[in-house]
């Protein structure tokens, strides 16, 4: 029995070394290109990442540093996800011009949107600079005094190395410190907004749906990259020129099949793939359940507003959008942790992993690891939950406490830097904070923080409560705090601010609030973040030699490392998938579904009259399959949160859809990836052409396309992306 379960384990294991794993580009050759092809690429690794031709990667920049994007047209033209471009369109949108609601269309250039702060940066190539990076490091023997090293080491290589005037050199860190990358690369900061369809396609289910299956969204926006005459970078100008690329995507319209191959292509944010067991229990048990029950809390409250005043849920629609995201995650990661027993087979991986550290004769170097681990997961866990509860209560969820914590940073500024600095920064705040309390509410607010307040008195660490805290009444407290505070609207606080330095000091620790904020954020700072930092440091070198030990005994298995918002590749194939008894889901979705789901005048699933009547025709033009309209599929590619807006890309190097999610039973893939029921969503390409083109009309964007039949085509044309 036992041995038919280790067999079980080690065939898990297996198999998730074969699928998933978020790869470096320009290492494809050696690492992947075999079994890509075996997967029913038809391309080369070269086409993908190539530094002497065009590839794939000159398409595929990464979007304001959060998500990706990728180049679809000759004139600079970028698509990525409606809630990748959502600040973007709600910041041109008005009572009169509700481009959310309604949707917004350039149909001229000229009519596209300027938008200060968005830059998309492309990578032109990368280099492996291990060695230069850990120069004179080895003989260094604290943990500080090396990572002081390697930081000015990293400082004078980006200065040194060459680069044009309008390139950067970025190096970034791989397998938690055991290997270094250059990324030599290129930010456009002149982009446009061109295209976005209404909230009802484009965030259609919104947070109901959200790392769901069966989905519907046509979650995808437009832009355009202008440049200057050289088609270099420039800051916005109307003189700018729409972007020539080095490459552009080819969209297929052929769509998909289950198990045709897919690569997608982007920049993964965070990933713990390597994460000891003790690791993965403390997230299961504690972690991930508190900071669950604080956003269940806060949700809540604002939920409860939201629905019966309809300025509230304007306010708050985007805020509970950022809460709800990862709150929902956090609860499928949990459920999907426990479910695929992560902590059993990493448990038994370790055996294995000590067992083979014997075998080699490592002890010395490698056989405490797994025990140090023990130990300071178990250190850390205290000041671990006490730095949840503070982020989560103080510095995310509570805004009164949020706007008293970048007061307590202000306090700390006259402290630390004196009084110039002081007052640039309170001059800052009071101008920035205005746009902050438009969409406060202090009503809200007060109902949240007492919910929050009375969790953080009673759940979280004790030893690390300020007094005030010990014993307290939530209720008196939260009325004692918003009856007081000045902190509770926009005159309140600048009045806070106004006067010479002693006197905003003064009235600032005379404010309820404020006191409240300092005597939390002092503690914090106090006896939480010191201890955590120096337990977690401790924890960092041990991960990177857990690394450096898994990379040295498993020669033939293949790694990949961590993600780290740089540019990865990752491959499967459309698949369905089984999540539990008697229930199998297919890997398409419809327009039929939409209209499944529809309920008039609801905020998260009404659906525009427009796309009623073309459904009605079935006016799908050459986008529709068989009479039917394709809105989304799936497939078992590798992706985390920084991939949104990827390309899903065919055998051949064709744009067939647009990455944006992943299913809820496979949300854990941050940190355990089971090839079995991890998924990530894509809109079919179809979809967004068939909205860009028969919803909104805008065919001056489909003209300049390039669109292709390959799976109709029986000769692959190789040269088609080898633009000299
Ligand atoms: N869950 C996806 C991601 O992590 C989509 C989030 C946007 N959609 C939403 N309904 N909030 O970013
Ligand atoms: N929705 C995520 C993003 O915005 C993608 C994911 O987490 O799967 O990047």
Redesign the pocket.
Known sequence: MKFLRVLLLLFVVQTQAQQGGMWIPSLLEGMNEKEMKSLGMKMSAKDIYDVNHSSLKDAVPHFNG??TSEVISPKGLILT?H??GFSQIQSHSSVENDYLTNGFWAYKMEEELPNENLVVTFIVKIEDVTTQVLNGVASLTSEAEKQKKIQENITSLSNSLPKESWQENKIRTFFEGNQYMLFLTETFKDVRLVGAPPSAIGKFGSDTDNWVWPRHTGDFSLFRIYADKNNHPAAYSKDNVPYTPKHFLPISLDGVAEDDFTLVFGYP?KTNEYLPAVAIEQIVKELNPAKIEIRDRALKVADGFMRKDNAIKIQYASKYAGIANYWK?WIGETQGLKKSNAVAIKREAEKAFQQKVIKAGKQAEYGNLLSDFEKNYAEIAPYASARDYFMEVVQKNTELLSVGFKLYQLEQVYNTKGEQSFTDRKNNLATGLDEFYKDFNATVDRNVFEQLIELYATKSPKQFLPASLSNVNAKKLTADIYDKSKLVNYSGLKELLTGDTKTVLANLNNDKGYQLVKELADKYNKEVAPKYDEINLRITALQRTYMKAQLELNKDSRIFPDANSTLRVTYGKVKGYAPKDATLYTPVTYLDGVMEKYIPGDYEFDVPSKLIDLYNTKDYGPYGENGKMPVCFIGTNH???????SPAIDAKGNLIGL????VWEGTMSDIYYDPSICR?VMVDIRYVLFIMDKYAGAKNLINELKLVHPKKSKTLKKKRFRKK
């Open positions: 959060g998500c996800n809630h990748c944010g995650k992706t985390t949160g920084g991939n949104s807006g990455n944006f999610d992943r990530n």
